[in-house]
């Protein structure tokens, strides 16, 4: 059987995203999510013509590219929005930009970088003794001590507060490299 | 593809139920593209700041609304039951009926009276699978049809506890449109609504109902 030609092949879209999580979130785990969450959302008939691909995943980064269908981007989205959760961990998928080539897309939405940065120093949020784990941009996440929060946090199957560097005391942040 | 704007009405802080401070919410919020309201009963400077109510009947409510109405940019009353639905609606004081379930016409003809906006909680929806999604997209459904009717605002929120649960502009209008929100109908509930609402000038208390 011959390809079919190009002009009566489907046309694509991609869509650049980031995963935002207190978690590493593996490609696997990250597919298995948005292809649930799909499936379930639209059923097998229209799931089918999602044409969905998870093209690229950069586990460190947490940045995304993913493919599906023009003609079902709308769905495509909305599908993502409504991604919450894998294997007990929480996550968010946030869309960076859609583009009809994948040059483009990187060219206008891949390339700035995300670093996070791994930290550990203790320190004290509104007189509350904190653990500074992550650094990125000017925010700050950190593991709680106090018990009600961190309950709060195992429900939402979180593991982080999420403050910012000038509410967190005691601490220079030039010393730990941030 | 028109301008798509969000005001986010309901969020919650480490302050009340959440697990960001506030501060930290609005950054993420202005990395999102979208303004955000914070529910924690605390009034903030930086931020629009509304209050919960609660309350047993229209005494007490009309108490707790003379004292929060000064204080907050906006208010909402938490629903659930038909009574509490209805309560809710009565007073033209309160800006958002929250978590109301399938509202019934009377609660809708008196939503429309009073200008009471009815909220569409995202975290609902993020959070369930299934048949639970199911039930709250029906919900929904019956909410939208009902307001189509009778006229009044419905209003979507994120309902977030953190910034995961926050979504932007574009992911949100999207999903109101799979639910079935016409394009201009999203843009109300998005931005219109909310944006009325923070502007809104308060007439003094008056029941109806």
Redesign the interface.
Known sequence: MGKIPKSMREKKRYIAFKV??DFKIKKEELSMAIWGNAL??LGEMKASKLNYWLIEYDEEKMLGILTCSHRML??M??C???V??VNNK???I??LGVSGTLKALRRKFLKKDYPIREVSFKAK?RERDIKVVRSYN??IDAEISEQE?SE??GN?N?RY????K??IEDATFSEHGI | MPRIRFIDLRTHSINSIGVDSPKRLIEEAKLLGIKIGICDGIKYSSVASGIILEARNKRELRRKVSKAKSEYDYILFDGGDEKKNRLGVSLREIDILINTGAIDTYTARLAAKNEVAIEISLRDLIHTFRGSRVKIIRVIDNNLMLSRKYGFSIIVTSGARSRYELRNARETFEVLKYLGFKEEEALSAMFKTPESILKREKEEVKIIG
């Open positions: 935002r999580s379930s959302m709308s769905e989205l909305a993502l929005a409504l919450s959760n929480m996550l968010s946030v869309t949020f000017n925010f929060i709060r946090l939402m979180m507060i999420g403050l910012i000038e509410e």
